[in-house]
T-cell receptor, first 118, second 109 residues
């Protein structure tokens, strides 16, 4: 299994350009999410999905769109890039557990996509 | 969601136990305590989680106080590869976690 795969690993955009960060997982996980991490800070949740066709906003959703047409893929779209969106983006996936909390507790993260907006 | 308080940084000696504290005094009854770590600029790695009881796995032990207002992550024999940022998180749903600044742990030879 490849786990969680993010592409591209590095990207430079100009202000106003649009792009899509790709995320794919091969573990048949129902839950997927996108986080961003700014220098010296923890991760902040952008959007998440609890299954195909279902998405919701996290802490910092403005400027980003998501969709979940399949279980495997959860792309993150930047409609009009701004310098404030310069960050490292992480995609994660997990599956619901059979007892206790609503998940297994373990999020599997991709290696990250490093985005610079000039 | 309950907020957590962790020390900004801590050092520990290689081969010794590393005890990482976390305060979560406003935790509610159905919130779990999770620990993740992030090595350099990689994606965070799950370590352990628990609700009330102490938990142990191959990586670490989690000790939760009886009133659940604080917890301690124990790395039994720290190695240089354990140098990382460690995040303590409390949340009901594990698929949407909020990561604070965490504790930067440096293991020294």
């Amino acid at each position: 299994n490849a786990g969680v795969t993010q592409t591209p690993k590095f990207q430079v955009l100009k202000t106003g350009q649009s792009m899509t960060l790709q995320c794919a997982q091969d573990m048949n996980h129902e839950y997927m999410s996108w986080y961003r991490q700014d220098p010296g800070m923890g991760l902040r949740l952008i959007h998440y999905s609890v299954g195909a066709g279902i998405t919701d906003q996290g802490e910092v959703p403005n400027g980003y769109n998501v969709s979940r047409s399949t279980t495997e893929d959860f792309p993150l779209r930047l409609l009009s890039a701004a310098p404030s969106q310069t960050s490292v983006y992480f995609c994660a996936s997990s599956s619901p557990g059979t007892s206790g909390g609503r998940g297994t507790g373990e999020l599997f993260f991709g290696e990250g996509s490093r985005l610079t907006v000039l | 969601d309950a907020k957590t308080t962790q020390p900004t940084s801590m050092d520990c000696a290689e081969g010794r136990a590393a005890n990482l504290p976390c305060n979560h005094s406003t935790i509610s009854g159905n919130e779990y305590v999770y620990w993740y770590r992030q090595i350099h600029s990689q994606g965070p790695q799950y370590i352990i989680h628990g609700l009330k009881n102490n938990e142990t796995n191959e990586m670490a032990s989690l000790i939760i106080t009886e009133d659940r207002k604080s917890s301690t992550l124990i790395l039994p024999h720290a190695t240089l590869r354990d140098t990382a940022v460690y995040y303590c998180i409390v949340r009901v749903d594990d698929y949407k976690l909020s990561f604070g600044a965490g504790t930067t742990v440096t293991v020294r030879a």
